[in-house]
């Protein structure tokens, strides 16, 4: 049966899927050993199951099983990778690129990297959401250490090339970070393809458990060296202390294998629902914001000018789950910095919704989340008029 509100805000979160559960719930009761402490069979099945989990992740980014770093989620991931490596580094300068439109959790980093000495360079995009890589190129000078561009966006889906940004950095000698919460699962990442240095992703994003992440973390051609920011046990290289979650990176294993397996499969019916979705839309003046097909496919965000997304994410809120943007904590209503970013007016920003279709939706339950958003967009521009 059809649960209603239908959810469909899944660049915010995603349901853990039953097989995921069935495989995480061993590690809650009897196997509940601590994977760090081997002297017995808890504590050494623990390790045994992490390691396992570690070869499937490392498998599914083209890894080395020990540069994965388990972490608490991207946030912690894109904070060590950006502050970690900033700290280590200062010899070789104090100069990080960035860009506009990525994360809270890179961009809060880097201004407190800024409040602490370092110079920060945001690059701008297009209204597509894409950077400009002679612009990159040229922003590098020899006290960069750290570039850190995201794979895919969480507000508009704009997919990045990391493969040519990865040939930029590694031909002018810097490292390159990439916050992949929104890509790794959804769309094929070769960390060893793309020259990716670092990279920070998530459980919750595709279908995992909350709470548990990683940074893959280089160690050859070139050796990443990062300062921590947990001291304690040693953990993780001593990257990362604190006991492991083990149920949590059991899930995120089987999470990740699952999401490599059906990704193609997944990413097919998307497209035809956010196609579909957006046709309907624009019969009722809804615009597209982001790129019309470097877009994870899952990701529809448009705009309706001259009604407010409040207005119809409160109209459709019985029926559907959807957001005007990024997951915020605050209740102000601040203008997306993504949608600004794309040099839209900041009324524009306030009529426009994100939808983020996923794996338990159904068709019906599209057409039925097309036809009410079509409809509230109707019934609001008829008060308006
Ligand atoms: C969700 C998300 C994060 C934060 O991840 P958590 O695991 O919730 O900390 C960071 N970056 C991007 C792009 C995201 O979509």
Redesign the pocket.
Known sequence: GMKFPLYMDY?ATTPVDERVFEEMKPYFTENFGNASSIDHSYGYDASVAVQTARETISNAIGCKMDEIIFTS????S?NLALIGVMEKNKEKGNHLITCKTE?K?ILDCAKHLEENGCEVTYLSVNDKGEIDLKELESSITEKTVLISL?AAN?EIGTISNLEEIGKITRKNDVLFHT?A??AVGHIPIDVEKMNIDLM?F?S??IYGPKGI?ALYVRSMKPRVKLDSLLHGGGQERNIRSGTLNVPGIVGFAKAIEISQKEMEKENAKSKRWTDSMLKKFQEAGGKLNGHPEKRLSHNLNVRFDGIESKAIINTVSKKIAISAGSACTTQIVEPSHVLLALGLAEDETHSSIRIGCGRFNTDEEIEIAADEIYHAVESLAKIRI
């Open positions: 660049h989620g991207a946030t912690e894109d994360h959790a995201m969480n916050d919460a929104q920070s998530s919750h994003k992440g």
